[in-house]
């Protein structure tokens, strides 16, 4: 079955960095396209950025050259480098595969990013 386990959150000052990693199984990574979503408290989840199955990436404008997000096919994983974190990236961080056929959308349990001081 599809699993998708988030790592690499937790508790950073403004202007630090974190990396996030998501292994995923059950599904041909190759060939998936992959997002990352986010949820802050009492606000509606949020898309972050996109990979598609070349690589290409696509990011919500107010990560926008400060998110780096990449995928390593030959370990099934997916990772968001994050930059100069504010306090308004602070929520909880979720890996996205969408399956086309059976139509399904999968999601991992979520990682905890909080930027303070």
């Known amino acids: 079955q599809v699993q998708l386990v988030e790592s690499g959150g937790g508790l950073v000052q403004p202007g630090g960095s974190l990396r996030l990693s998501c292994a995923t199984s059950?599904?041909?990574?190759?060939?998936?396209?992959m997002n990352w979503y986010r949820q802050a408290p009492g606000k509606q989840r949020e898309l972050v950025s996109t990979i598609t199955i070349e690589g290409s990436t696509n990011y919500a404008e107010s990560v926008k050259g400060r998110f780096t997000m990449s995928r390593d096919n030959a370990k099934n994983m997916l990772y968001l480098q994050m930059n100069s974190l504010k306090p308004e990236d602070t929520a909880v961080y979720y890996c996205n595969y969408n399956r086309t056929w059976p139509r399904a959308s999968f999601w991992g349990q979520g990682t905890q990013v909080t930027v303070s001081s």
């Open positions: 059950g599904i041909l990574f190759s060939f998936a396209a």
